[in-house]
């Protein structure tokens, strides 16, 4: 039994996260602010003697006595990211800086929740964690990008400086049951507008891809990182290495819901990648990880989340 801080434990992946620890029997603090996140998603938590949540906004310091920290604490949707874009990369930044230093103190093994995203629009295919990426550092999107690209910096110089036990995980695009109904991103926007029976908005032409990792195996992938061996730093890819397009994602969310939608286009966001794919090979070699869900079965249990929540 580890006693284990998740820092944005109320969010989407948080959440799940703490599910799975407080059921391995760990002693589990979830810290949040609640910009994001949600209590509903921990409520039936509260009353495990093995979980404790505090309110808590992590570009504060904070003092608590834990053996592991998994950083998770960061709006991840362009619609809250970029509602007080410099609180974002207070949090990315100012975040990590207070949980390394915490780590530091107690000697805790820390794993970062970074993104796809610091590969900014990819010039190369699938990226692989070698790939430095291509990113605008003064765009709308960049206080999430540069952030945590900083965040990782901040990481590694920790791990030279001061030893740290470090953890990387560069997360692609998950999805399932608590995703934020209104976070703007393709999945439950998609979901939302069937359910309605609205028309499904796609941007551009629909053919640039994304790649969708179902929660649960993410979060698999996450808790495999952390007990790796303490010299596997990463950084590592989590995702899904499946491609589709955005209408074949909308088609299979009307089939699967059955509703009636077409489809209306519109322009294509600043800065939004054409393609966007993991290598997830180094994580199949050194975490013996991959992603089990498929896409069908995923959505199926995220429709019947949305549907249950409306
Ligand atoms: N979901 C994805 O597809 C995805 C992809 C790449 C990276 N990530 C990363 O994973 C992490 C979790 O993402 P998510 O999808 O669960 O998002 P989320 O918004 O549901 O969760 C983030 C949580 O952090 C909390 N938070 C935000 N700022 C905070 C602060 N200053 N202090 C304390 N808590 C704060 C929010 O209230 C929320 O509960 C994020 O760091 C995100 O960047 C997620």
Not at 129 to 145: F, H, K, T
Not at 287 to 306: D, H, K, Q, S
Request: hydrophobic share 35%; glycine share 8%.
């Amino acid at each position: 039994m580890r006693r284990i801080l998740v820092t944005g434990g109320g969010g989407f992946l948080g959440s799940h996260l703490c599910d799975r620890l407080v059921a391995q029997g760990h002693d589990v603090l979830c810290v949040d602010n609640f910009f994001t996140g949600s209590k509903k998603n921990i409520a039936h938590l509260l009353r495990e003697p093995n979980f404790e949540l505090m309110r808590h906004d992590v570009t504060f310091p904070l003092y608590v006595e834990v053996d592991e920290i998994y950083n998770l604490a960061c709006p991840a949707s362009p619609v809250h990211y970029q509602f007080d874009p410099v609180q974002t990369t207070k949090t990315s930044v100012h975040g990590a800086i207070n949980m390394l230093g915490l780590a530091k103190r107690v000697k805790a093994k820390i794993l970062q929740a970074s993104t796809s995203e610091v590969y900014g629009d990819p010039v190369v295919h699938p990226q692989q964690e070698g790939y430095w990426g291509n990113v605008n550092p003064i765009g709308p999107r960049s206080c999430y990008d540069e952030g945590k690209r900083c965040a990782e910096t901040l990481f590694f110089d920790y791990w030279r400086q001061h030893n740290l036990r470090i953890k990387v995980v560069r997360i692609f695009n998950t999805y399932g049951p608590r995703m934020h109904p209104n976070d703007g991103r393709v999945v439950s926007n998609f979901i939302r507008q069937a359910l309605r029976g609205e028309d499904i908005t796609i941007c551009g032409d629909g053919s640039q891809t994304r790649s969708f990792c179902y929660v649960d195996d993410l979060i698999d992938g996450m808790m495999a990182m952390m007990d790796a061996k303490d010299g596997f730093t990463g950084p590592v890819n989590l995702g899904n290495d499946q491609e589709f397009s955005m209408l074949e994602l909308a088609e299979r969310v009307i089939n699967l819901t059955g509703a009636g939608s077409k489809f209306t286009f519109i322009p294509l966001p600043e800065n939004d990648p054409q393609q966007r794919q993991p290598d997830i090979a180094l994580a199949s070699r050194t975490l013996g990880w991959r992603p089990m869900v498929p896409l069908e079965e995923g959505l199926r249990r995220t429709i019947a989340y949305f549907k249950s929540s409306f």
